[in-house]
């Protein structure tokens, strides 16, 4: 078994000069994680360091940053699940709230549930969770576009991460703001445990990424993790996945593995999605933006 950790910015199309912002982001997110992992620490709390660091990256889909609903509003979405026990716990539609996985995680640490909107935010500041003034959450740039009705093309739908710990456990996580010009109250996959994410540590970890609407429906992270049977590599797995997905409904997708022994998997049928890992048998992470176009690579 290796430790390992992996995470994603989201399937979408990168446009040239936001391939360096993708990459220094995710790789921070790594980073963040890895520092935990290596020091004995859980694969909950590396999986929590590492989305609060997209959260915080306006260049990503999730907390600071999340597109803006058909209100001009931010509404966010995040789920974690540990796959010892298959604890979870999930938070969707929550607007104020600067780390909904932060709230995931105080959820799956006391009760597994899905809790909405301002029952979730009132949970979240009863809990001493980081709140903030709901437009706190809006950046400059998302605020443009959507005043100005423009088309968005560097906009993904989720980032993710997974994490295998010394202890053998395995821990999956997303966090999103959905998709621009959502209806407001609109939840996608991200909070959905076996569509957004799964865990288990008999098989791996997922984490998913792309239209919600067809991810649902195919169970995209239970399906994923299913694939690991029989000792297939995670890279064959997300792929198989991906594949089934679009044998069966339209949509873009993408999902990022660990297997229970630590190996490092990902697939996407979108123009692109940044992803960056890290395991024990590496001398530092590497991140890319592509899955099969090595000059996207970039590492540090």
Known sequence: MTISIIVHGGAKTIVKEKVDANNAGCLAAVEAGWAILKQGGSAGAAVEAAIRVLEADPTFNAGFGAVLNTQGEVELDAAIMEGATLGWGAVAAVQGVRHPISVARKIMDRKPMLLVARSAERYAAENGAEMCAKENLIAQEQKEEWEEEQEVIDRPNTIGCVALDSNGTLVAGTSTGGTTNQPAGRVGDSAVVGSGLFADNRLGGCSTTGDGESIIPVVLSKTAIDFLAGDRH??????????????????????????????????????????????????????????YAQEHAFAR
Not at 244 to 267: H, T
Request: contains cysteine; aromatic residues 6%; negative net charge.
């Open 234 to 291: 995670p890279d064959e797995a997300a792929q198989m996945a991906i594949d089934f997905l679009a044998s069966r409904v339209s949509g873009e997708a993408g999902c990022i593995l660990l297997d229970r022994q630590g190996r490092v998997g990902w697939a996407h049928n979108s123009s692109d999605m940044a992803c960056a890992y890290m395991t024990e048998v590496q001398d530092k992470p590497t991140a890319f933006t592509r899955r």
